[in-house]
């Protein structure tokens, strides 16, 4: 199984970035895809889930500015991350989980950086 995150970068604060995770050796479709971060000191969060194609799950803090996406047939998740700032700093990552009773998969993070 991988999952490579791309998309991540340096953006100044009000400005946009769109990060992507290509799945393979999953069956996609049925996977429960997810995009955490982790800023320095702080414990692992989650930003966003979708399940299925539309059910989808927003931490208070994005709700109304990013927006969780899939495409079935690029086995791709995105996360559309608008209106940034520099809280939303932090090491993104992605995951893949089968059901919420097992951890699942992990990428390898992209890193986030919204300047003031």
């Known amino acids: 199984v991988q999952l490579q995150a791309s998309g991540g970068g340096l953006v100044q604060a009000g400005g946009s970035l769109t990060l992507s995770c290509a799945a393979s050796?999953?069956?996609?479709?049925?996977?429960?895809m997810g995009w955490y971060r982790q800023a320095p000191g702080r414990q692992r969060e989650l930003v966003a889930d979708i399940r299925g194609v539309g059910m989808t799950n927003y931490a208070d803090s994005v709700k109304g500015r990013f927006n969780i996406s899939r495409d079935m047939p690029k086995n791709t998740v995105y996360l559309q991350m608008n209106s940034l700032k520099p809280e939303d700093t932090a090491v993104y990552y992605c995951?893949?989980?089968?059901?919420?009773?097992?951890?699942?998969?992990w990428g390898q993070g992209t890193q986030v950086t919204v300047s003031s």
């Open positions: 995951r893949a989980q089968f059901s919420e009773r097992f951890d699942g998969y």
């Open positions: 050796g999953i069956i996609f479709r049925t996977y429960i």
